[in-house]
């Protein structure tokens, strides 16, 4: 009876030391991951981001060339 309480003793530690094992090899895995992933995405998003502003840029700018300096040409400067 003594012998498979010691067998079970020596399972339990073992499987104990293989799960430490593996949720350590997976949070190290995850502590890599993690901020590679976080910065491809923000690189993403700060491009698409960019590429948005720019063409709001260019429709704002038709936009005043269209308007307002045709208005502007058409005005009298003269004081």
């Given at each position: 009876?003594?012998?498979?309480?010691?067998?079970?003793?020596?399972?339990?530690?073992?499987?104990?030391?293989?799960?430490?094992?593996?949720?350590?090899?997976?949070?190290?895995?995850?502590?890599?991951?993690?901020?590679?992933?976080?910065?491809?995405?923000?690189?993403d998003?700060?491009?698409?981001?960019?590429l948005?502003?720019?063409?709001?840029?260019?429709?704002?700018?038709?936009?005043?060339?269209?308007?307002?300096?045709?208005?502007?040409?058409?005005?009298?400067?003269?004081?």
């Amino acid at each position: 009876m003594s012998d498979k309480s010691v067998f079970l003793k020596i399972l339990k530690n073992k499987t104990i030391m293989i799960i430490i094992l593996i949720t350590v090899i997976m949070l190290a895995s995850l502590s890599i991951a993690i901020p590679q992933l976080t910065q491809k995405n923000l690189i993403d998003l700060v491009t698409k981001n960019s590429l948005t502003m720019v063409d709001q840029i260019k429709l704002t700018r038709g936009y005043y060339v269209k308007e307002v300096v045709g208005d502007v040409k058409k005005y009298d400067h003269t004081i």
